[in-house]
T-cell receptor, first 113, second 111 residues
Framework: DVKVTQSSRYLVKRTGEKVFLECVQD?????MFWYRQDPGLGLRLIYF???????EKGDIPEGYSVSREKKERFSLILESASTNQTSMYLC????????????FGPGTRLTVL | TQLLEQSPQFLSIQEGENLTVYCNSS?????LQWYRQEPGEGPVLLVT?????EVKKLKRLTFQFGDARKDSSLHITAAQPGDTGLYLC???????????FGTGTSLTVIP
């Protein structure tokens, strides 16, 4: 079974803190994605990566950065957390072809106070 | 404006009723996927539709891809409480490489 794991299920941080969200997949997928999910807005893509050390901006990259030093790991970084970044963060991975099925982790519920 | 708009946003029905969820776009997609997300979990793929006009069935769920490949629908027959969840359509438009999710439909089936 494909497994995508995220470092935390729940996280509470203070405004201005630096936040790291880690995602690891065990299926040797080329593609990895970070989304945030908010009610009524569905899933919005923050960043994605098609290969190691490669990253592309999604729809809402402002306030976020990413790192992909190894194929299996994709990290999302909030340089200075703000209250409007309170959300559910979902990591996903997929094989390299366009439109391939995405496999998701369980999500991290981040609250910024 | 989202690339993929779903309707309705919320749906609450009694067990045994039928329902249809819609996913619409102004863009053409080579394929569309439907995912279901249960509380506390990530979305899980239900089906992929590829050909315009295609109909796929998954037990009591029927998925249809529009002839012009700009829209899709999900019909559930005799809904069960286990169908409760968030339903999301998703895909990559022909003109780009980014994968988009729809706005989602939250379904509650009351026993």
């Amino acid at each position: 079974d494909v497994k995508v794991t995220q470092s935390s299920r729940y996280l509470v941080k203070r405004t201005g803190e630096k936040v790291f969200l880690e995602c690891v997949q065990d299926m040797d997928h080329e593609n990895m994605f970070w989304y945030r999910q908010d009610p009524g807005l569905g899933l919005r893509l923050i960043y994605f990566s098609y290969d190691v050390k490669m990253k592309e901006k999604g729809d809402i990259p402002e306030g976020y950065s990413v790192s992909r030093e190894k194929k299996e790991r994709f990290s999302l970084i909030l340089e200075s957390a703000s209250t409007n970044q309170t959300s559910m963060y979902l990591c996903a991975s997929s094989f390299g072809r366009k439109g391939a099925e995405q496999f998701f982790g369980p999500g991290t519920r981040l609250t910024v106070l | 404006t989202q690339l993929l708009e779903q309707s309705p946003q919320f749906l609450s029905i009694q067990e045994g009723e039928n329902l249809t969820v819609y996913c619409n776009s102004s863009s053409v997609f080579s394929s569309l996927q439907w995912y279901r997300q249960e509380p506390g979990e990530g979305p899980v793929l239900l089906v992929t539709v590829v050909t315009g006009g295609e109909v796929k069935k998954l037990k009591r769920l029927t998925f249809q891809f529009g002839d012009a490949r700009k829209d899709s629908s999900l019909h559930i027959t005799a809904a069960q409480p286990g169908d409760t969840g968030l339903y999301l359509c998703a895909g990559t438009p022909n003109t780009g490489n980014q994968f988009y999710f729809g706005t989602g439909t939250s379904l509650t089936v009351i026993p």
